[in-house]
């Protein structure tokens, strides 16, 4: 299996900061790599996919980007809306994988 | 615009079979992985499982004894059983569509595995 780990486990940040949240892959997974955000009582929503590429809707202070096996998902400018957890997700090889999450919260 | 409804059983004891289905409505029920997921409480995702509208399974290796995912192209449903559950099955069990991304999900049912 594809070990994914995701750094760090949680986060505080104030309204306003950039946050950076890295992912890394124990393997090659070219960009095979998405960004999901989930909040408590719903299911995950896509931000990001294929490392980079901004899903339909999502603002644009959300971005990714990749570097060999480490990817990093960033928001510049924190909104109050941004708390939640965040998950990475390669599809490269099955078994398909998460990174254990980040927590995000608000100082 | 494709959204998923998942029913099921919610509260098991152990060495029961854990038994979801979900439907899929609004959208084509071809070209996807039809997708399980879980998540304890308090902790993170895990894979389950997927099969498409032909049939063709991928599981994880790690639940791949206890679990068999089967699909009902009449009614656009696939469903999921688990065999044999212990209380480390106890999560919320996601159904969702996948291409290269899990675009579309339903909302999750808690399970709970408890004598």
């Known amino acids: 299996d594809i070990q994914m780990t995701q750094s760090p486990s949680s986060l505080s940040a104030s309204v306003g900061d950039r946050v950076t949240i890295t992912c890394q892959a124990s393997q090659d997974i070219v960009n095979y790599l998405n960004w999901y955000q989930q909040k408590p009582g719903k299911a995950p929503k896509l931000l990001i996919y294929?490392?980079?590429n901004l899903d339909t809707g999502v603002p644009s202070r959300f971005s990714g980007s990749d570097s060999g096996t480490e990817f990093t998902f960033t928001i510049n400018s924190l909104q109050p809306e941004d708390i939640a957890t965040y998950y990475c997700?390669?599809?490269?090889?099955?078994?398909?994988?998460f990174g254990q999450g980040t927590r995000l919260e608000i100082k | 615009q494709v959204q998923l409804q998942q029913w099921g059983a919610r509260l098991l004891k152990p060495s029961e079979t854990l038994s979801l289905t979900c439907a899929v409505y609004?959208?084509?029920?071809?070209?996807?992985?039809w997708s399980w997921i879980r998540q304890p409480p308090g902790k993170g995702l895990e894979w389950i499982g997927e099969i498409n509208d032909s049939g063709n399974t991928n599981y994880n290796p790690s639940l791949k004894s206890r679990v068999s995912i089967s699909v009902d192209t009449s009614k656009n449903q696939f469903s999921l059983k688990l065999n044999s559950v212990t209380a480390a099955d106890t999560a919320v069990y996601f159904c969702a569509s996948r291409t290269m991304t899990f675009d579309y999900w339903g909302e999750g049912t808690l399970v709970t595995v408890s004598s």
């Open positions: 294929d490392a980079s």
């Open positions: 997700q390669q599809y490269a090889n099955l078994p398909i994988t």
């Open positions: 609004g959208g084509s029920f071809s070209g996807y992985y």
